[in-house]
């Protein structure tokens, strides 16, 4: 089986993390956003994974080298010199997906977080019949989204709405799909979408199913929906496999710490937590909904939340940080210095408060 | 020399509770005179300084607070500096040189050849002795201790004149709209008993002038109810303001510093100023220590002896923690009052903040002013019993007497 994720562009919404390296590769859980993806891939049996990506490709295929002979699976990339739309790319990878099995493949949407339910879309897929299968999810404001309308028993999509004004659903295109080959057929090779222009005319002709997604969905292209997302993401490691999350009489919640992260005397770490590798967090810390990325150094009585501190960063003794604060990499907040949502770019020191949310460049 | 005949008598003017509004809510608890400055009662500053007068003989506190809440300072004090010191209530506020008018009976009980007469809420090193001995050189009623400011700040006080080589105050105008000089009036002054004849004449051309106003004219009845009563005589408008000119007034500049402590933020500010004088004069309160033994200590700080401080806390500069306080481990306070029995918990920050009596910060706290001594919301304070729960960010606030925060808040009033 093959899948194409879509990996898109600059990821500017996750600035200044994406300063540093491309959004895929921006840690999320002590691993790269990519990796969640293609570890379930790997997981059901796909065996070539293809990149749609419009921006650094080398960047991606080095750092992902390492992980084809690790996870045994081929990683391929298939660029966009212009923007291509949500369906373009499709056309693109045509003869990467297409092959003699005739086997439907998966395409992801690489800024979504779930659970990857992607072994119960298959059944799904074979059980209805039909050309395309969509995962939906059910968000609290779905005018903010394009509504798919179903047919409550069998799941057969009506029809789609985009940022209703009025209440036709609550089921939102969660960006999972599994399409038949004979899908790249409907779809030119120009920018276009495959929310507005492909999907109605599968609905159409009556060959589209959605399946509502179980477990969380998050969309985590900006930084208060990570921070979000890591909750639910470790809401469900918490059910699914609690031994990966930290214990102890310092830990409150759940939080995952690497093992080769330290952790000082005195610390309250959680909840919501993810500390990576190698970060040092020393004594008298309070960490709370942040997550602290790979060599961080957190120095005594510095207290942390609702916050990501970028790759390398340090964060001064009775430091406070917080309200969103998003430090890129290699940031460095003095003794004492106070960030109330302060967005800091890469290799800054901050030397004094940062009293009410602001960009520092 | 002075003769052992000569005898100087110190009256430091208090005010009273409907007075330093601005004050608040410090002054809702505690007569503004005995807010803490560096670890002692405001006016302990000027009293202390007295106390290096040659021949002091008395002290008098005057204001208009009720005797009881000024009775225990005055005891102790006068105990520990063997000066008598004595409280004096005002019926009701005299003005400035009205309340020294008040009480001139008592103060002339030991036929003074001086007087002092200090405000309370100035900070300045108080060079009385140095006052003192240039008024004798001048001669004439009374010495001004003035002080040099920037020309944009002189028009806040009372501007004058004097002439650069016999020091003579020539003129006097009070908070003018228009520059005039960028000398100011400090609020220091020492006199000779003539002080009293001259507030007298003021009085008693009020008195006239009130009368011949009932008799003569139907306008009067209107700004009667304006026009000051003959007992309220204030010093700067009218006794500097006409004496000006008369070779009765002199100046003498301080070159060190001087302050008005009229807001909270001021009164940080002074604190920092008083405890880096205590380098010179008192090194002794100064607290000491490197965070092994006892907690790490930075700059200026003052601990009552009877504060407990955790040895990993890290203190100053500027910092002064009253009785009782305690500072639990890993906590840093910068440039803050901590009042009595204020309790500050693991790992919390305080700074550019005054934490008042009773009030407890949780664990991880903070506690924080933006450190402007200038604006209104520039420092933190919290009132008496405020309680701060675990986590909570205070930034740029001023709360209210017993109240609790449980959620963060910026930039506010809460009452």
Not at chain 1, 42 to 57: F, H, R
């Amino acid at each position: 089986m093959k899948a194409l994720i879509l990996v898109g562009g600059f990821g500017t919404r996750l600035r200044p993390l994406t300063l540093s390296v491309p959004k895929p590769l921006v840690d999320f859980a002590n691993k790269p956003m990519i990796l969640h993806q293609i570890e379930a891939l790997k997981a059901i049996g796909v065996t070539e994974v293809v990149l749609a990506i419009n921006y650094q490709p080398e960047v991606m295929l080095n750092f992902l080298k390492e992980f084809e002979t690790k996870l045994g699976i081929k990683i391929t990339c298939s660029q966009e010199t212009e923007p291509l739309g949500t369906a373009g790319p499709l056309a693109l990878a045509r003869d990467k997906l297409i092959d003699e099995s005739g086997e439907p493949f998966f395409v992801l949407n690489s800024d979504v977080i779930s659970e990857y339910p992607l072994k119960e879309m298959i059944a799904f897929h074979k059980a209805h019949g039909g050309e395309a299968s969509i995962m939906v999810t059910k968000v609290d404001e779905p005018s903010k989204y394009g509504v798919v309308v179903t047919e409550e028993e069998t799941g057969k999509v009506e029809k789609f709405v985009e940022k209703p004004k009025i209440f036709v659903g609550n089921k939102i295109n969660a960006g999972i799909y599994l399409l038949n080959p004979s899908v790249l057929d409907r779809i030119q090779l120009r920018p276009t979408s495959i929310e507005k222009e492909v999907f109605p005319k599968i609905a159409a002709e009556k060959k589209l199913f959605a399946m509502v997604l179980p477990g969380f969905w998050m969309d985590i292209g900006q930084p208060r929906d990570y921070i979000t997302g890591l909750r639910l993401y470790l809401d469900s490691l918490r059910k699914k496999s609690p031994a990966n999350l930290a214990a102890g009489s310092h830990i409150v919640g759940n939080v995952i710490v690497h093992e080769t992260a330290k952790i000082g005397e005195g610390c309250l770490i959680g909840p919501d937590v993810a500390i990576g590798p190698g970060c040092v967090v020393e004594s008298g810390v309070r960490l709370s909904r942040c997550t602290v990325m790979r060599g961080v150094r957190i120095k005594k009585h510095a207290c942390i939340s609702s916050s990501i501190i970028g790759w390398h960063s340090t964060v001064g003794q009775w430091a406070r940080v917080e309200n969103m604060t998003i430090l890129g990499e290699d940031v460095h907040v003095c003794d004492e210095i106070y960030s109330n949502g302060g967005v800091v770019l890469p290799h800054k020191e901050i030397k004094s408060s940062i009293l009410k949310p602001e960009i520092v460049m | 020399m002075g003769s052992s005949e000569e005898r100087v008598v110190a009256v430091i003017l208090v005010g009273g509770p409907t007075k330093g509004t601005r004050f608040r809510p410090l002054s809702l608890n505690i007569p503004k005179p005995l807010f803490p400055l560096a670890g002692q009662p405001m006016v302990h500053h000027p009293i202390s300084a007295c106390k290096r007068i040659p021949n002091l003989a008395q002290i008098y506190l005057v204001g208009f607070y009720e005797e009881r809440e000024f009775a225990l300072y005055v005891s102790s004090i006068s105990n520990e500096l063997k000066v008598p010191v004595r409280y004096l209530k005002e019926d009701k506020p005299h003005g400035s040189a009205g309340g020294l008018y008040n009480f001139r009976d008592r103060i002339m009980e030991d036929s003074p050849s001086h007087i002092f007469l200090l405000n309370c809420d100035i900070c300045c090193s108080f060079p009385l002795p140095e006052m003192l001995d240039a008024h004798k050189r001048h001669g004439g009623m009374g010495t001004v201790l003035v002080i040099k400011v920037s020309a944009e700040s002189a028009n806040q006080f009372g501007e004058l004149v004097a002439d650069p080589t016999t020091n003579e105050l020539l003129h006097y105008t009070e908070k003018p709209e228009t520059f005039v000089s960028d000398l100011i009036n400090c609020g220091v002054y020492v006199f000779t008993p003539d002080i009293f004849g001259a507030i007298q004449n003021v009085s008693t051309q009020r008195k006239d002038r009130a009368n011949l106003r009932r008799v003569s004219s139907f306008e009067a009845l209107q700004s009667a109810t304006k026009a000051l009563p003959s007992d309220f005589v204030r010093l700067d408008q009218d006794i500097l303001s006409p004496l000006a000119g008369k070779k009765q007034l002199y100046t003498y500049e301080t070159l060190d510093f001087w302050e008005q402590i009229k807001t909270p933020g001021m009164s940080l500010k002074c604190s920092a100023l008083y405890l880096s004088q205590f380098r010179y004069t008192s090194p002794n309160l100064l607290a000491s220590g490197d965070g092994t033994k006892s907690a790490n200590i930075i700059g200026d700080v003052y601990i009552h002896p009877s504060a407990k401080v955790h040895p990993t806390a890290k203190i100053g500069p500027n910092v002064s923690i009253s009785a009782n306080a305690r500072i639990g481990p890993g906590v840093r306070l910068i440039s803050c009052i901590i009042l009595d029995d204020v309790e500050i918990k693991e790992n919390a920050v305080v700074m550019h903040a005054i934490v008042g009596w009773k009030s407890s910060v949780g664990k991880w706290s903070r506690v924080q002013g933006e450190g402007d001594y200038n604006v209104k919301t520039g420092i933190t304070i919290l009132g008496e019993a405020v309680t701060v729960e675990d986590e909570v960010v205070v930034v740029n606030c001023i709360v209210l007497p017993n109240k609790t925060l449980n959620i963060s808040v910026h930039e506010e009033i809460i009452l």
